[in-house]
Protein backbone atom coordinates (compact mmCIF):
# COMPACT_ATOMS: atom_id res chain seq x y z
CA UNK A 1 0.00 0.00 0.00
CA UNK A 2 1.39 3.60 -0.95
CA UNK A 3 1.97 6.29 1.57
CA UNK A 4 1.95 9.41 0.02
CA UNK A 5 1.65 11.57 2.77
CA UNK A 6 3.79 9.83 5.15
CA UNK A 7 1.94 10.19 8.02
CA UNK A 8 0.32 6.84 8.44
CA UNK A 9 1.23 4.93 11.43
CA UNK A 10 0.75 1.02 11.86
CA UNK A 11 -2.75 1.31 13.57
CA UNK A 12 -3.68 3.01 10.56
CA UNK A 13 -2.12 0.73 8.07
CA UNK A 14 -3.55 -2.20 9.98
CA UNK A 15 -6.97 -0.18 9.91
CA UNK A 16 -7.16 0.36 6.06
CA UNK A 17 -6.33 -3.85 5.69
CA UNK A 18 -8.68 -3.35 2.47
CA UNK A 19 -6.26 -1.26 0.48
CA UNK A 20 -3.38 -3.46 0.39
CA UNK A 21 -2.77 -5.00 -3.27
CA UNK A 22 -1.42 -8.21 -3.63
CA UNK A 23 1.73 -8.21 -5.28
CA UNK A 24 2.07 -9.84 -8.92
CA UNK A 25 5.60 -10.30 -10.40
CA UNK A 26 5.80 -10.84 -14.18
CA UNK A 27 8.61 -12.88 -13.25
CA UNK A 28 9.00 -15.40 -10.68
CA UNK A 29 11.89 -13.99 -8.96
CA UNK A 30 11.17 -10.60 -9.33
CA UNK A 31 11.32 -8.28 -6.15
CA UNK A 32 8.89 -5.34 -5.29
CA UNK A 33 9.83 -2.57 -7.01
CA UNK A 34 7.95 0.65 -7.25
CA UNK A 35 10.53 2.87 -8.86
CA UNK A 36 11.52 7.05 -8.07
CA UNK A 37 8.89 7.98 -5.40
CA UNK A 38 8.85 10.39 -2.49
CA UNK A 39 6.08 7.83 -1.15
CA UNK A 40 6.31 5.59 1.47
CA UNK A 41 5.35 1.86 0.94
CA UNK A 42 3.64 -0.51 3.26
CA UNK A 43 4.28 -4.03 2.85
CA UNK A 44 2.14 -6.92 4.78
CA UNK A 45 3.72 -10.58 4.63
CA UNK A 46 1.87 -13.32 5.76
CA UNK A 47 4.39 -16.09 7.02
CA UNK A 48 4.39 -19.33 8.83
CA UNK A 49 6.18 -22.39 9.16
CA UNK A 50 5.98 -26.10 8.58
CA UNK A 51 5.73 -28.24 10.92
CA UNK A 52 8.97 -29.97 12.18
CA UNK A 53 11.38 -26.55 11.46
CA UNK A 54 12.88 -24.72 14.03
CA UNK A 55 11.15 -21.11 14.82
CA UNK A 56 13.73 -19.11 14.44
CA UNK A 57 14.33 -17.42 10.63
CA UNK A 58 15.27 -13.96 9.48
CA UNK A 59 13.87 -11.96 7.13
CA UNK A 60 16.69 -10.07 4.49
CA UNK A 61 16.15 -7.62 2.59
CA UNK A 62 19.29 -6.92 0.09
CA UNK A 63 19.17 -3.58 -1.00
CA UNK A 64 21.33 -1.20 0.91
CA UNK A 65 19.77 2.19 -0.83
CA UNK A 66 16.35 2.57 1.51
CA UNK A 67 16.38 5.39 3.60
CA UNK A 68 14.04 4.13 6.39
CA UNK A 69 13.05 0.60 7.23
CA UNK A 70 10.67 0.16 9.68
CA UNK A 71 10.15 -3.67 10.38
CA UNK A 72 6.84 -4.24 12.86
CA UNK A 73 6.64 -8.13 13.91
CA UNK A 74 3.52 -9.55 14.89
CA UNK A 75 5.21 -9.87 18.59
CA UNK A 76 8.12 -8.02 20.21
CA UNK A 77 9.05 -4.60 19.90
CA UNK A 78 9.42 -2.75 16.27
CA UNK A 79 12.74 -2.43 14.38
CA UNK A 80 13.25 1.36 13.00
CA UNK A 81 16.92 1.48 10.84
CA UNK A 82 17.56 2.00 7.08
CA UNK A 83 20.18 4.25 5.41
CA UNK A 84 19.96 7.27 7.03
CA UNK A 85 19.64 5.65 10.56
CA UNK A 86 22.87 4.27 12.95
CA UNK A 87 24.58 0.81 12.15
CA UNK A 88 23.28 0.15 15.89
CA UNK A 89 19.95 0.49 14.70
CA UNK A 90 20.39 -2.97 12.61
CA UNK A 91 19.29 -6.15 14.74
CA UNK A 92 21.94 -7.83 12.54
CA UNK A 93 25.89 -6.82 11.26
CA UNK A 94 24.98 -6.77 7.55
CA UNK A 95 25.54 -4.48 4.95
CA UNK A 96 22.06 -5.15 4.11
CA UNK A 97 18.89 -4.92 6.49
CA UNK A 98 18.28 -8.33 8.40
CA UNK A 99 15.68 -9.07 11.02
CA UNK A 100 15.21 -11.99 13.27
CA UNK A 101 11.75 -13.09 13.04
CA UNK A 102 9.86 -16.03 15.41
CA UNK A 103 7.13 -18.11 13.37
CA UNK A 104 5.30 -20.08 14.18
CA UNK A 105 2.81 -23.22 12.32
CA UNK A 106 0.29 -20.89 12.24
CA UNK A 107 0.18 -17.17 10.21
CA UNK A 108 1.76 -14.75 11.27
CA UNK A 109 1.95 -11.08 10.02
CA UNK A 110 4.97 -9.03 9.58
CA UNK A 111 4.11 -5.29 8.33
CA UNK A 112 7.01 -3.59 6.60
CA UNK A 113 7.32 0.44 5.71
CA UNK A 114 10.47 1.77 3.51
CA UNK A 115 11.30 4.75 1.64
CA UNK A 116 13.95 5.62 -0.37
CA UNK A 117 15.56 8.96 -2.24
CA UNK A 118 16.29 6.35 -4.98
CA UNK A 119 14.50 3.74 -6.93
CA UNK A 120 12.25 2.34 -4.28
CA UNK A 121 12.94 -1.86 -4.73
CA UNK A 122 12.04 -4.07 -1.63
CA UNK A 123 13.62 -7.87 -2.95
CA UNK A 124 13.04 -10.38 0.81
CA UNK A 125 14.17 -13.49 1.42
CA UNK A 126 13.62 -15.74 4.78
CA UNK A 127 16.81 -17.53 5.70
CA UNK A 128 17.46 -20.20 8.54
CA UNK A 129 20.05 -18.26 10.46
CA UNK A 130 22.74 -20.77 9.47
CA UNK A 131 21.85 -20.71 5.80
CA UNK A 132 21.69 -16.91 5.69
CA UNK A 133 25.74 -16.94 7.58
CA UNK A 134 26.40 -19.55 4.89
CA UNK A 135 24.91 -17.64 1.45
CA UNK A 136 26.83 -14.59 3.11
CA UNK A 137 29.97 -15.96 2.92
CA UNK A 138 29.11 -17.17 -0.49
CA UNK A 139 27.76 -14.07 -1.83
CA UNK A 140 30.34 -11.90 -0.94
CA UNK A 141 33.32 -13.96 -1.94
CA UNK A 142 32.35 -12.39 -5.91
CA UNK A 143 31.91 -9.21 -4.52
CA UNK A 144 35.68 -9.08 -2.82
CA UNK A 145 37.09 -11.13 -6.12
CA UNK A 146 35.21 -7.64 -7.99
CA UNK A 147 36.51 -4.79 -5.92
CA UNK A 148 39.98 -7.08 -5.65
CA UNK A 149 40.37 -7.02 -9.57
CA UNK A 150 39.42 -3.30 -9.90
CA UNK A 151 42.03 -2.54 -7.10
CA UNK A 152 44.47 -4.09 -9.30
CA UNK A 153 43.53 -2.47 -12.30
CA UNK A 154 43.38 1.18 -11.19
CA UNK A 155 46.92 0.39 -9.82
CA UNK A 156 48.03 -0.99 -13.47
CA UNK A 157 46.54 2.72 -15.07
CA UNK A 158 48.16 4.56 -12.31
CA UNK A 159 51.42 3.08 -12.36
CA UNK A 160 51.71 3.22 -16.20
CA UNK A 161 50.74 6.64 -15.95
CA UNK A 162 54.03 7.14 -13.60
CA UNK A 163 55.77 5.51 -15.71
CA UNK A 164 54.66 6.67 -19.00
CA UNK A 165 53.14 9.65 -18.25
CA UNK A 166 50.33 9.67 -20.59
CA UNK A 167 46.69 11.46 -19.50
CA UNK A 168 44.55 8.34 -20.63
CA UNK A 169 45.95 5.85 -17.91
CA UNK A 170 45.69 8.54 -14.89
CA UNK A 171 41.86 8.71 -16.48
CA UNK A 172 41.48 4.35 -16.37
CA UNK A 173 43.30 4.45 -12.85
CA UNK A 174 40.68 7.20 -11.68
CA UNK A 175 37.80 5.49 -13.62
CA UNK A 176 38.48 2.21 -12.17
CA UNK A 177 38.64 3.95 -8.35
CA UNK A 178 35.80 6.74 -8.18
CA UNK A 179 33.78 3.32 -10.28
CA UNK A 180 35.02 0.72 -7.34
CA UNK A 181 34.05 2.85 -4.24
CA UNK A 182 30.62 3.87 -6.17
CA UNK A 183 29.90 0.00 -6.31
CA UNK A 184 31.33 -0.59 -2.69
CA UNK A 185 28.95 1.99 -1.56
CA UNK A 186 25.96 0.97 -3.75
CA UNK A 187 26.20 -2.47 -2.27
CA UNK A 188 26.36 -1.76 1.10
CA UNK A 189 29.80 -2.18 1.95
CA UNK A 190 30.90 1.29 2.33
CA UNK A 191 28.55 1.84 5.72
CA UNK A 192 29.89 -0.91 6.98
CA UNK A 193 33.40 -0.52 6.35
CA UNK A 194 34.59 3.18 5.13
CA UNK A 195 31.91 5.52 6.64
CA UNK A 196 29.83 3.77 9.53
CA UNK A 197 29.49 7.08 11.41
CA UNK A 198 27.91 8.96 8.66
CA UNK A 199 24.61 7.88 7.27
CA UNK A 200 24.42 11.72 5.47
CA UNK A 201 27.62 10.67 3.51
CA UNK A 202 26.56 7.18 2.66
CA UNK A 203 23.12 8.19 1.09
CA UNK A 204 24.82 10.49 -1.45
CA UNK A 205 28.17 8.31 -2.02
CA UNK A 206 27.10 5.72 -4.49
CA UNK A 207 25.65 8.73 -6.86
CA UNK A 208 28.74 10.94 -6.41
CA UNK A 209 31.29 8.29 -7.07
CA UNK A 210 29.40 6.83 -10.37
CA UNK A 211 29.02 10.69 -11.65
CA UNK A 212 32.85 11.41 -11.05
CA UNK A 213 33.13 7.63 -12.70
CA UNK A 214 31.24 9.06 -15.80
CA UNK A 215 33.18 12.49 -16.38
CA UNK A 216 36.41 10.13 -15.99
CA UNK A 217 34.99 7.77 -18.79
CA UNK A 218 33.56 10.36 -20.64
CA UNK A 219 36.95 11.98 -20.57
CA UNK A 220 38.96 8.86 -21.23
CA UNK A 221 36.64 8.16 -24.91
CA UNK A 222 37.98 11.46 -26.04
CA UNK A 223 41.54 10.88 -25.15
CA UNK A 224 40.91 7.46 -27.52
CA UNK A 225 38.52 7.93 -30.00
CA UNK A 226 39.57 10.51 -33.21
CA UNK A 227 36.11 11.55 -33.87
CA UNK A 228 36.33 12.82 -37.95
CA UNK A 229 34.86 16.45 -38.67
CA UNK A 230 31.51 15.43 -40.31
CA UNK A 231 30.42 13.56 -36.58
CA UNK A 232 31.74 16.85 -34.76
CA UNK A 233 27.92 16.63 -33.20
CA UNK A 234 28.78 13.47 -31.36
CA UNK A 235 31.68 15.66 -30.17
CA UNK A 236 29.26 18.24 -28.58
CA UNK A 237 26.75 15.86 -27.52
CA UNK A 238 30.04 13.51 -25.61
CA UNK A 239 30.87 17.26 -23.82
CA UNK A 240 27.66 18.36 -22.75
CA UNK A 241 27.20 14.73 -21.22
CA UNK A 242 30.11 15.67 -19.78
CA UNK A 243 29.09 19.25 -18.15
CA UNK A 244 26.44 17.54 -16.75
CA UNK A 245 27.37 15.12 -14.84
CA UNK A 246 29.85 17.81 -13.48
CA UNK A 247 26.63 20.16 -12.94
CA UNK A 248 25.00 16.99 -11.41
CA UNK A 249 28.00 16.31 -8.59
CA UNK A 250 27.96 20.18 -7.68
CA UNK A 251 23.96 18.83 -6.63
CA UNK A 252 24.85 16.25 -4.78
CA UNK A 253 28.11 17.70 -2.79
CA UNK A 254 25.42 21.01 -2.23
CA UNK A 255 22.70 18.11 -1.10
CA UNK A 256 25.49 17.01 1.48
CA UNK A 257 26.45 19.98 2.44
CA UNK A 258 23.05 21.43 3.31
CA UNK A 259 21.86 18.12 4.47
CA UNK A 260 18.48 18.48 2.12
CA UNK A 261 17.56 16.38 -0.40
CA UNK A 262 17.14 17.67 -4.76
CA UNK A 263 14.32 15.86 -6.17
CA UNK A 264 15.01 13.94 -9.89
CA UNK A 265 18.77 14.32 -9.12
CA UNK A 266 19.15 10.33 -9.50
CA UNK A 267 16.47 10.22 -12.21
CA UNK A 268 18.85 12.74 -14.69
CA UNK A 269 21.92 10.92 -13.72
CA UNK A 270 20.40 7.40 -14.83
CA UNK A 271 19.33 9.31 -17.78
CA UNK A 272 22.49 11.09 -18.43
CA UNK A 273 24.72 8.52 -18.42
CA UNK A 274 21.96 6.86 -20.32
CA UNK A 275 22.73 8.99 -23.43
CA UNK A 276 26.44 9.20 -22.74
CA UNK A 277 26.62 5.52 -22.68
CA UNK A 278 24.61 5.72 -26.57
CA UNK A 279 26.82 8.59 -27.67
CA UNK A 280 30.56 6.84 -26.80
CA UNK A 281 29.49 3.91 -28.20
CA UNK A 282 27.90 4.96 -31.33
CA UNK A 283 31.22 6.90 -31.61
CA UNK A 284 33.28 3.86 -30.65
CA UNK A 285 31.21 1.77 -33.20
CA UNK A 286 31.85 4.21 -35.99
CA UNK A 287 36.18 3.89 -35.48
CA UNK A 288 35.65 0.37 -35.27
CA UNK A 289 34.10 0.15 -38.57
CA UNK A 290 36.93 2.69 -39.82
CA UNK A 291 39.47 0.30 -38.23
CA UNK A 292 40.96 2.95 -36.19
CA UNK A 293 44.01 1.19 -34.59
CA UNK A 294 43.47 -0.11 -30.87
CA UNK A 295 39.74 0.38 -31.40
CA UNK A 296 38.17 -3.45 -31.10
CA UNK A 297 38.85 -3.87 -27.17
CA UNK A 298 37.28 -0.29 -26.88
CA UNK A 299 34.00 -0.60 -28.69
CA UNK A 300 33.37 -4.15 -26.79
CA UNK A 301 34.06 -2.79 -23.54
CA UNK A 302 31.43 0.51 -23.90
CA UNK A 303 29.10 -1.96 -25.83
CA UNK A 304 28.78 -4.05 -22.32
CA UNK A 305 28.95 -0.78 -20.46
CA UNK A 306 25.59 0.54 -22.48
CA UNK A 307 23.98 -2.33 -21.86
CA UNK A 308 24.47 -2.70 -18.48
CA UNK A 309 23.52 0.71 -17.75
CA UNK A 310 20.84 1.05 -19.64
CA UNK A 311 19.28 -2.47 -18.09
CA UNK A 312 19.74 -0.35 -14.65
CA UNK A 313 18.07 2.85 -16.07
CA UNK A 314 15.11 0.67 -17.31
CA UNK A 315 14.98 -1.43 -13.99
CA UNK A 316 15.12 2.00 -11.86
CA UNK A 317 11.92 3.75 -13.61
CA UNK A 318 9.96 0.48 -13.10
CA UNK A 319 10.41 -0.38 -17.22
CA UNK A 320 12.23 -4.04 -16.12
CA UNK A 321 11.62 -6.19 -12.98
CA UNK A 322 14.57 -6.42 -10.45
CA UNK A 323 16.16 -9.64 -9.94
CA UNK A 324 19.67 -10.67 -9.43
CA UNK A 325 20.45 -9.61 -13.11
CA UNK A 326 18.55 -6.46 -13.35
CA UNK A 327 19.57 -5.53 -9.82
CA UNK A 328 23.38 -6.27 -10.46
CA UNK A 329 23.48 -5.27 -14.29
CA UNK A 330 26.06 -2.18 -13.46
CA UNK A 331 28.37 -4.42 -11.40
CA UNK A 332 28.24 -6.96 -14.11
CA UNK A 333 28.75 -5.14 -17.37
CA UNK A 334 31.67 -2.78 -15.21
CA UNK A 335 33.26 -6.50 -14.70
CA UNK A 336 33.92 -6.82 -18.21
CA UNK A 337 34.08 -3.16 -19.40
CA UNK A 338 37.03 -2.80 -17.12
CA UNK A 339 38.81 -5.78 -18.28
CA UNK A 340 38.06 -4.52 -21.85
CA UNK A 341 39.66 -1.21 -21.54
CA UNK A 342 42.41 -2.84 -19.81
CA UNK A 343 42.79 -4.86 -23.25
CA UNK A 344 42.43 -1.82 -24.74
CA UNK A 345 45.08 -0.31 -23.09
CA UNK A 346 47.68 -2.69 -23.84
CA UNK A 347 46.72 -3.04 -26.91
CA UNK A 348 47.31 0.59 -27.61
CA UNK A 349 50.51 -0.02 -26.01
CA UNK A 350 51.10 -3.22 -28.01
CA UNK A 351 51.29 -0.40 -31.55
CA UNK A 352 52.36 2.49 -29.78
CA UNK A 353 55.78 -0.05 -29.17
CA UNK A 354 55.29 -1.10 -32.49
CA UNK A 355 55.37 2.38 -33.66
CA UNK A 356 58.57 3.25 -31.43
CA UNK A 357 59.78 0.09 -32.50
CA UNK A 358 59.01 0.76 -36.37
CA UNK A 359 60.43 4.37 -35.74
CA UNK A 360 63.63 3.14 -34.33
CA UNK A 361 64.15 0.78 -37.15
CA UNK A 362 63.29 3.73 -39.52
CA UNK A 363 65.88 5.83 -37.55
CA UNK A 364 68.48 3.11 -37.52
CA UNK A 365 67.98 2.48 -41.20
CA UNK A 366 68.46 6.25 -42.06
CA UNK A 367 71.23 6.42 -39.61
CA UNK A 368 73.21 3.95 -41.46
CA UNK A 369 72.00 5.18 -45.04
CA UNK A 370 73.58 8.59 -43.42
CA UNK A 371 76.87 6.26 -42.49
CA UNK A 372 76.81 5.13 -45.55
CA UNK A 373 76.66 8.30 -47.17
CA UNK A 374 79.05 9.74 -45.12
CA UNK A 375 81.55 7.04 -45.76
CA UNK A 376 80.75 7.37 -49.70
CA UNK A 377 81.42 10.91 -49.21
CA UNK A 378 84.52 10.60 -47.27
CA UNK A 379 85.70 7.72 -49.83
CA UNK A 380 84.88 10.38 -52.76
CA UNK A 381 86.68 13.04 -50.57
CA UNK A 382 89.82 10.94 -50.36
CA UNK A 383 89.38 10.14 -54.20
CA UNK A 384 88.98 13.51 -54.95
CA UNK A 385 92.06 14.71 -52.91
CA UNK A 386 94.39 11.91 -54.10
CA UNK A 387 93.21 13.21 -57.53
CA UNK A 388 93.95 16.57 -56.62
CA UNK A 389 96.89 15.46 -54.81
CA UNK A 390 98.23 13.85 -58.25
CA UNK A 391 97.28 17.15 -60.09
CA UNK A 392 99.24 19.21 -58.32
CA UNK A 393 102.02 16.75 -58.08
CA UNK A 394 101.95 16.75 -61.79
CA UNK A 395 100.99 20.68 -62.35
CA UNK A 396 104.73 21.35 -59.53
CA UNK A 397 106.40 18.69 -62.19
CA UNK A 398 105.38 20.87 -65.14
CA UNK A 399 105.97 23.60 -63.80
CA UNK A 400 109.52 22.56 -62.45
CA UNK A 401 109.91 21.39 -65.99
CA UNK A 402 108.87 24.32 -67.20
CA UNK A 403 110.88 26.08 -65.04
CA UNK A 404 113.89 23.59 -66.34
CA UNK A 405 112.89 24.45 -70.39
CA UNK A 406 112.67 28.03 -69.62
CA UNK A 407 116.05 28.45 -68.16
CA UNK A 408 117.39 26.17 -70.80
CA UNK A 409 115.47 28.31 -72.96
CA UNK A 410 117.42 30.90 -71.99
CA UNK A 411 120.56 29.68 -72.18
CA UNK A 412 119.94 28.58 -75.59
CA UNK A 413 118.53 32.02 -76.68
CA UNK A 414 122.08 33.57 -75.49
CA UNK A 415 123.99 31.57 -76.93
CA UNK A 416 122.83 31.33 -80.45
CA UNK A 417 122.08 35.21 -79.73
CA UNK A 418 125.85 35.33 -78.78
CA UNK A 419 127.37 33.72 -81.59
CA UNK A 420 126.21 35.84 -84.94
CA UNK A 421 126.44 38.79 -82.03
CA UNK A 422 130.03 37.92 -82.01
CA UNK A 423 130.64 37.34 -85.08
CA UNK A 424 129.06 41.10 -86.25
CA UNK A 425 132.02 42.09 -83.20
CA UNK A 426 134.51 40.26 -84.58
CA UNK A 427 134.34 41.47 -88.34
CA UNK A 428 133.69 45.40 -87.20
CA UNK A 429 136.67 44.94 -84.97
CA UNK A 430 138.61 42.95 -88.27
CA UNK A 431 137.29 46.13 -90.58
CA UNK A 432 138.62 48.85 -88.27
CA UNK A 433 142.04 46.76 -88.45
CA UNK A 434 142.21 46.67 -91.77
CA UNK A 435 140.93 50.02 -92.52
CA UNK A 436 144.01 51.53 -89.99
CA UNK A 437 146.35 48.90 -92.21
CA UNK A 438 145.14 50.66 -95.68
CA UNK A 439 143.60 47.22 -96.26
CA UNK A 440 140.39 47.30 -98.38
CA UNK A 441 138.09 44.67 -98.00
CA UNK A 442 134.66 45.83 -96.86
CA UNK A 443 132.61 44.01 -99.05
CA UNK A 444 133.74 41.30 -97.15
CA UNK A 445 133.26 41.93 -94.20
CA UNK A 446 129.68 43.52 -95.01
CA UNK A 447 128.98 40.38 -96.02
CA UNK A 448 129.66 38.82 -93.20
CA UNK A 449 127.77 41.46 -90.98
CA UNK A 450 124.78 40.85 -93.08
CA UNK A 451 124.71 37.17 -92.93
CA UNK A 452 124.98 37.19 -88.88
CA UNK A 453 122.28 40.08 -89.18
CA UNK A 454 120.06 37.92 -91.22
CA UNK A 455 120.45 35.11 -88.83
CA UNK A 456 119.65 36.60 -85.94
CA UNK A 457 116.60 38.76 -87.66
CA UNK A 458 115.36 35.00 -88.68
CA UNK A 459 115.56 33.63 -85.24
CA UNK A 460 113.67 36.45 -83.64
CA UNK A 461 110.95 35.90 -86.64
CA UNK A 462 110.94 31.99 -85.15
CA UNK A 463 110.83 33.34 -81.70
CA UNK A 464 107.55 35.24 -82.86
CA UNK A 465 105.90 32.74 -84.54
CA UNK A 466 106.18 30.49 -82.00
CA UNK A 467 105.04 32.32 -79.47
CA UNK A 468 101.74 32.96 -82.06
CA UNK A 469 101.07 29.67 -82.61
CA UNK A 470 101.67 28.03 -79.39
CA UNK A 471 99.14 30.55 -77.80
CA UNK A 472 96.28 30.01 -80.68
CA UNK A 473 96.73 33.73 -81.73
CA UNK A 474 97.75 33.47 -85.18
CA UNK A 475 95.43 33.34 -88.86
CA UNK A 476 95.75 31.60 -91.75
CA UNK A 477 95.27 33.32 -94.91
CA UNK A 478 95.72 30.60 -97.25
CA UNK A 479 95.40 30.57 -101.45
CA UNK A 480 95.86 27.68 -103.61
CA UNK A 481 98.82 26.83 -104.66
CA UNK A 482 100.75 24.01 -107.27
CA UNK A 483 102.59 22.53 -104.10
CA UNK A 484 106.42 22.02 -106.30
CA UNK A 485 105.85 25.28 -107.54
CA UNK A 486 105.57 26.82 -104.09
CA UNK A 487 108.32 24.83 -102.52
CA UNK A 488 111.07 25.79 -105.38
CA UNK A 489 110.10 29.32 -105.04
CA UNK A 490 110.77 28.43 -100.62
CA UNK A 491 114.13 27.10 -101.52
CA UNK A 492 116.33 30.02 -101.58
CA UNK A 493 115.63 30.77 -98.21
CA UNK A 494 116.95 27.70 -97.00
CA UNK A 495 119.94 27.88 -98.12
CA UNK A 496 121.68 29.26 -95.17
CA UNK A 497 120.24 25.84 -92.89
CA UNK A 498 122.19 23.57 -94.90
CA UNK A 499 125.14 25.21 -95.47
CA UNK A 500 126.77 21.90 -93.72
CA UNK A 501 124.61 19.48 -95.76
CA UNK A 502 123.83 18.42 -98.89
CA UNK A 503 120.13 19.16 -99.88
CA UNK A 504 118.02 16.60 -102.09
CA UNK A 505 115.48 18.13 -103.44
CA UNK A 506 113.28 15.59 -105.77
CA UNK A 507 110.74 17.11 -107.98
CA UNK A 508 108.81 15.05 -110.41
CA UNK A 509 106.97 17.69 -111.84
CA UNK A 510 103.79 17.43 -109.77
CA UNK A 511 100.57 19.67 -110.45
CA UNK A 512 98.86 18.49 -107.57
CA UNK A 513 97.75 21.56 -105.36
CA UNK A 514 96.67 22.89 -102.03
CA UNK A 515 95.30 25.70 -99.98
CA UNK A 516 98.54 27.15 -98.50
CA UNK A 517 99.63 29.93 -95.99
CA UNK A 518 102.93 30.97 -97.68
CA UNK A 519 104.64 32.91 -94.25
CA UNK A 520 103.22 29.28 -91.94
CA UNK A 521 103.79 26.85 -93.97
CA UNK A 522 107.46 28.47 -95.28
CA UNK A 523 107.93 28.56 -91.36
CA UNK A 524 106.99 24.59 -91.13
CA UNK A 525 109.69 23.67 -93.97
CA UNK A 526 112.41 25.58 -92.73
CA UNK A 527 111.62 24.16 -88.73
CA UNK A 528 111.69 20.47 -90.33
CA UNK A 529 115.12 21.33 -92.80
CA UNK A 530 116.38 22.96 -89.30
CA UNK A 531 116.05 19.95 -87.28
CA UNK A 532 117.08 17.39 -89.91
CA UNK A 533 120.75 19.43 -90.21
CA UNK A 534 120.46 19.64 -86.58
CA UNK A 535 120.21 15.94 -85.67
CA UNK A 536 122.23 14.42 -88.20
CA UNK A 537 126.27 14.43 -89.10
CA UNK A 538 127.69 17.46 -91.06
CA UNK A 539 127.89 16.35 -94.45
CA UNK A 540 124.73 14.21 -94.73
CA UNK A 541 122.07 14.01 -97.18
CA UNK A 542 118.52 15.84 -96.04
CA UNK A 543 116.32 14.90 -98.53
CA UNK A 544 113.00 17.37 -100.17
CA UNK A 545 110.60 15.54 -101.93
CA UNK A 546 106.60 16.42 -102.64
CA UNK A 547 104.84 12.98 -102.29
CA UNK A 548 101.12 11.69 -102.94
CA UNK A 549 98.26 9.49 -101.55
CA UNK A 550 94.97 9.57 -102.10
CA UNK A 551 93.39 12.59 -101.69
CA UNK A 552 96.53 14.00 -99.61
CA UNK A 553 99.48 15.62 -101.48
CA UNK A 554 102.50 16.10 -99.13
CA UNK A 555 106.62 17.48 -98.62
CA UNK A 556 108.79 14.77 -96.74
CA UNK A 557 111.99 15.58 -95.23
CA UNK A 558 114.06 12.89 -94.52
CA UNK A 559 116.85 12.70 -92.70
CA UNK A 560 120.22 10.23 -92.12
CA UNK A 561 120.67 10.68 -88.25
CA UNK A 562 120.64 8.55 -85.47
CA UNK A 563 116.41 7.93 -85.76
CA UNK A 564 113.41 7.97 -83.21
CA UNK A 565 112.05 4.89 -81.21
CA UNK A 566 108.76 3.94 -82.01
CA UNK A 567 108.15 5.15 -78.01
CA UNK A 568 109.06 8.13 -78.61
CA UNK A 569 106.98 9.03 -81.32
CA UNK A 570 104.45 10.98 -80.15
CA UNK A 571 106.69 12.14 -77.66
CA UNK A 572 108.58 14.83 -79.99
CA UNK A 573 105.17 16.60 -80.99
CA UNK A 574 104.77 17.79 -77.28
CA UNK A 575 105.59 21.57 -76.40
CA UNK A 576 109.19 21.46 -74.42
CA UNK A 577 109.57 18.04 -75.05
CA UNK A 578 113.36 16.71 -75.98
CA UNK A 579 114.93 13.42 -76.27
CA UNK A 580 117.72 12.56 -73.90
CA UNK A 581 120.04 11.54 -76.60
CA UNK A 582 120.08 14.86 -77.73
CA UNK A 583 119.52 17.11 -74.93
CA UNK A 584 123.43 18.59 -76.12
CA UNK A 585 122.09 19.76 -79.25
CA UNK A 586 120.65 23.39 -78.41
CA UNK A 587 117.43 23.55 -78.94
CA UNK A 588 114.15 24.03 -76.40
CA UNK A 589 111.89 21.30 -77.80
CA UNK A 590 108.91 24.38 -79.81
CA UNK A 591 110.00 23.16 -83.22
CA UNK A 592 107.59 20.10 -84.00
CA UNK A 593 105.23 21.40 -81.55
CA UNK A 594 104.88 24.18 -84.05
CA UNK A 595 104.96 22.19 -87.21
CA UNK A 596 102.10 20.03 -85.81
CA UNK A 597 99.90 23.25 -84.85
CA UNK A 598 100.31 24.96 -88.47
CA UNK A 599 99.77 22.06 -90.08
CA UNK A 600 96.14 20.74 -88.49
CA UNK A 601 95.09 24.49 -89.18
CA UNK A 602 95.58 23.95 -92.65
CA UNK A 603 93.84 20.63 -92.30
CA UNK A 604 96.27 18.61 -92.58
CA UNK A 605 98.49 16.15 -90.59
CA UNK A 606 101.78 15.00 -90.07
CA UNK A 607 103.30 11.23 -89.96
CA UNK A 608 106.71 10.37 -88.69
CA UNK A 609 108.47 7.40 -89.56
CA UNK A 610 111.84 6.57 -88.04
CA UNK A 611 113.69 3.87 -86.09
CA UNK A 612 117.05 3.90 -84.49
CA UNK A 613 119.81 4.42 -86.75
CA UNK A 614 117.96 4.56 -89.75
CA UNK A 615 117.08 8.55 -89.76
CA UNK A 616 113.90 10.15 -89.63
CA UNK A 617 111.01 11.09 -92.09
CA UNK A 618 108.79 13.98 -91.53
CA UNK A 619 105.81 14.23 -93.90
CA UNK A 620 103.32 16.91 -93.88
CA UNK A 621 99.66 15.95 -95.45
CA UNK A 622 97.37 18.81 -97.22
CA UNK A 623 94.42 18.13 -98.61
CA UNK A 624 94.23 18.13 -102.41
CA UNK A 625 92.42 20.77 -104.13
CA UNK A 626 91.09 18.42 -106.71
CA UNK A 627 89.89 15.83 -103.39
CA UNK A 628 88.15 18.80 -102.00
CA UNK A 629 85.96 19.89 -105.28
CA UNK A 630 84.73 16.17 -105.38
CA UNK A 631 83.55 16.11 -101.82
CA UNK A 632 81.62 19.66 -102.33
CA UNK A 633 80.11 18.00 -105.71
CA UNK A 634 79.36 15.37 -103.72
CA UNK A 635 77.73 17.45 -101.21
CA UNK A 636 75.60 19.04 -103.54
Keep these: ?35 FTPSAYWL ?94 LTELPQFMYFGGLAILTLFGLILFVILRETQFLLYGLYTLVLGLGIFAGNGFGRLVLWPSSPAFDEISQSGFLCLAAIFSTKFAREILAIPGKTQWLL ?111 DR ?17 AKEQVLELTQNSEARLKGAVLSRT ?72 RWL ?38 LDVRLNGSTASAMVDDDHLGLVISNLIDNACKYSPAGKRVTLEVVHKPDFVGISVKDEGQGIAEEFHDKVFAEFSRLTMVEQIPGVGLGLAIVQRIVLAHGGHITLESSPGHGATFCIWLQSLIAQDKNESHIE
Excluded at 314 to 324: D, I, T
Excluded at 349 to 365: C, K
Aim: proline share 5%; hydrophobic share 45%; aromatic share 10%.
Design 44 to 137: KLTLQREAGVGSNWLLEIPYAKLDLVDFYPSNGDPVLTGGRRDLATRPVFSRFFVFPISLGTEPTQVYLRVTSRYAVTVPMTLWTPEEFRRDEQ
Design 236 to 346: VGIRGCQWLFGLILILIGLQFALQQGFPYGNQLLLVNSLIMACLVSWASFRAYLSQQPGIRYFFWSWAFLWFGVMVAALRAFGLLPSNVLTLYAVQIATTFETLLLAMALA
Design 349 to 365: LRLDVLVRRQAQQDALA
Design 1 to 35: MEDPSLKLSLQDVKAMDGQFRPWTATDAGAAPSFG
Design 465 to 502: DSSATLNAAFTLSPKPEILEQWLQAQLPHLTHLTSNHH
Design 390 to 461: KELEAALATETLLREQYVRFGGMVAHEFRTPLSIIQTQMSVMRKEIASGIDQMAERSQAIQSATDRLALMFD
